[in-house]
Nanobody, 125 residues
């Protein structure tokens, strides 16, 4: 079992930055591929970024590439999402997810077994 707790969301003006954190506890976090997803009201949940168990490989949605960075600290059992140059269309609830395996992080949310409760990010224009 893995417990995930996100933090770092909030209200920010367009062009600003936020850093989300996801603290994990439970089974071996360092063996799990991790990802961030987001869901805006009335929209489907969408992949934002993923990272391999070692942190060596990262993947991004085209909409955030060049603006967001995912990274992890396995010693702290934490994965981060640094969000720069935020846009109003980035407004959503952001969720951290952990895979039960160490393979390439998937863009499909069904590949993830464990989910956090979400943290709200609101970007004003």
């Amino acid at each position: 079992q893995v417990q995930l707790v996100e933090s770092g969301g909030g209200l920010v003006q367009a062009g600003g930055s936020l850093r989300l954190s996801c603290a994990a506890s439970g089974r071996a976090f360092s063996n799990s591929a991790m990802a961030w997803f987001r869901q805006a009201p009335g929209e489907e949940r969408e992949f934002v970024a993923g990272i391999s168990w070692s942190g060596a490989f990262t993947y991004y949605a085209d909409s955030v590439k060049g603006r967001f960075t995912i990274f992890r600290d396995n010693a702290k059992n934490t994965v981060y999402l640094q969000m720069n140059s935020l846009k109003p269309e980035d407004t959503a609830a952001y969720y951290c997810a952990a895979s039960s395996g160490s393979g390439t992080p998937s863009k499909n949310d069904r590949a993830y077994t464990y989910w956090g409760q979400g943290t709200q990010v609101t970007v004003s224009s």
